[in-house]
């Protein structure tokens, strides 16, 4: 069992040095409330403000004893390489064509709005699939109110032209929770997305890679992705400045590894040797 142990610590180590840090999450819990800037990682892809040393509507407030981020569009970027509400990049997901150590990347997180009043002009986009070193993305995930209540919007693209999946009418006060998976295939046209909305599952999605390839894009292949990012941008909405939404439970991960651990020590060795860990364990406490 001793051997066993230490070969799972040894795979551990080895996994850590060649794949990075595979999941981030948090709940703002270790965070202190105000500007988000400079708290745990958190500082965006390139810089620590916007232009001219102005930063977003941003910061983390203690919501009836629970931490949360608010972030509006009452000031905005119009430039990627202008910081965003960024959390630490993990190891890299994508086709191999990418570099990518890993094939699948998912994550998710809760939202609602400050108020149940209706913020006209709130819009807010997550590039779902971001990777820090190019500031590209692999979709966009739109947070909106409307009229009806709050809207999430999907965009992927499909036979070279952009669509929308649209979930709307969600309450304003509410707490929301959105997932999105994204599973990166080698070739063109392969990729496979989905959004889950409150437990409701949306398929049949995909990524960017048909943009990239066709329209021009900035990368022949569809990047790999190892964040994700909270941005505003567009015109600077003021009316909703101290309001927009409430962000909690951020977290997301990568999962199937492109390269296998080398033999003897397959990945089933591996999670056999884990379950021994974990059991081991439970029997000494």
């Known amino acids: 069992m001793v051997r066993q142990i230490m070969c799972v610590l040894t795979l551990a ?12 999450s948090t ?5 202190s409330t105000g500007s988000f800037v400079g708290q745990q990682g958190w500082l965006g892809n390139a810089v620590s403000g916007l232009a001219g040393g102005s930063h977003l509507d941003e910061e983390i407030v203690d919501l009836n004893g629970n931490k ?20 630490p990049a993990i190891a890299l997901a994508g086709e191999s064509a990418t570099g990518a ?30 990777r820090h070193s190019t500031a590209s993305r692999n979709g966009l995930l739109y947070l909106s109110d409307t ?28 707490w929301h929770t959105v997932s999105v998976s994204m599973l990166f295939n080698d070739g063109l046209a392969n990729d496979v997305a989905a959004l889950t909305i409150n437990g409701v599952d949306y398929t049949g999605l995909t990524t960017w890679e048909q943009y990239y390839a066709t329209a021009g894009g900035p990368q022949p292949v569809v990047e790999g992705v190892d964040g994700i990012i909270f941005r505003a941008a567009g015109a600077p909405v003021g009316s909703v400045a101290g309001g927009g939404f409430y962000f909690d439970n951020v977290q997301y991960s990568v999962s ?15 999670l056999s040797a884990t379950a021994g860990l974990a059991s081991y364990l439970r029997r000494r406490r």
Request: charged share 10%; hydrophobic share 40%; proline share 6%.
């Open 101 to 130: 150590t890993h094939r699948q990347f998912t994550f998710s997180f809760d939202f609602r709005s400050t108020t149940a009043d209706y913020q006209e002009g709130l819009v807010l986009t997550s590039p779902v699939g971001y």
């Open 147 to 174: 009229p009806t209540g709050l809207s999430v919007t999907f965009w992927d693209v499909m036979g070279g032209a952009f669509r929308s999946t649209v979930i709307g009418g969600l309450a304003r006060t509410e």
């Open 27 to 31: 709940d703002f819990s270790e965070f």
């Open 68 to 87: 949360v981020f608010r972030l509006s569009n009452a000031v905005t970027s119009g430039n990627y390489s202008y910081t965003h509400p960024t959390p």
């Open 13 to 24: 180590v080895l996994a850590g040095s060649a794949w990075g840090v595979t999941s981030y």
């Open 256 to 270: 199937a590894p492109i390269q296998a651990i080398p033999e003897p020590l397959t990945m089933a060795s591996l």
